[in-house]
């Protein structure tokens, strides 16, 4: 992430990069992103689950041995709940840096910035034409 935002900041007047080939090459990283935040969070889940279940059987059980394990896994999910966190934001990080990368490529090539279906629109503020939406 730092990499990308040292090349876009550097590249920010000049518009000299390969936004098709950067773009190419930062979704192939935000992928491997996303499956270890996918991976994170079937863990987190895993430990909450587990950590609540040893909670509901130490209510009726009373056993000193399922406190402790209760609080080791209360340890391990707060930071797996932050880390999760973490990479949640980095991805929603990786998504605007891309986003960023197709509006400088429409500007330097002059594509619209998003299509919708066959109407093109350059910015997310323009407004859909009325007959798209159906109020002819």
Known sequence: MKHIDTLLSEDAEKR???YEKLGREHLVQLGF???????HLFVTILF??????DFFVLLIA??????????????L?????????LLENGC???????????????????EPFFT?????????????????LGDE
């Open 16 to 18: 000299e990069l390969d």
């Open 33 to 39: 992103f996303m499956h270890e935040r996918q991976i």
């Open 48 to 53: 909450a689950l587990i950590a609540f279940a």
């Open 62 to 75: 009373e056993n000193p041995g399922l406190v402790i394990l209760f609080l080791m896994l209360l340890v």
């Open 77 to 85: 999910l707060i930071p797996y709940i932050m880390h999760y966190y």
């Open 92 to 110: 929603q990080y990786m998504y605007r840096q891309y986003d960023e990368m197709k509006k400088r490529k429409a500007e330097k090539t002059g």
């Open 116 to 132: 919708l279906g066959e109407l093109e629109y350059r910015y997310l503020n323009q407004k859909i034409p009325k007959h798209i």
